[in-house]
């Protein structure tokens, strides 16, 4: 039987669907941290995110 849920608690459908997403979910989790490839700081992903949205106003303004 596929329980339906309520829309103000998940934004998922079906009790089926949010067991198939928390098993997709802990996958992932689980294959970030077998990576062994270095983790990047925080810090450095928002800066160089900062400077790419920057970029793209510079030259949105340009135009």
């Known amino acids: 039987m ?3 849920l309520d829309p103000l608690i998940s934004e998922l459908d079906s009790l089926e669907e949010a067991e198939l997403y928390d098993a997709w979910f802990r996958a992932e989790v689980e294959a970030s941290l077998a990576d062994p490839e270095p983790s990047i700081p925080n810090d450095q992903v928002f800066a160089e995110m900062d400077a790419l949205v920057a970029a793209k ?3 949105r303004n340009a135009r």
């Open 57 to 59: 106003r510079k030259a």
């Open 2 to 4: 596929d329980k339906r």
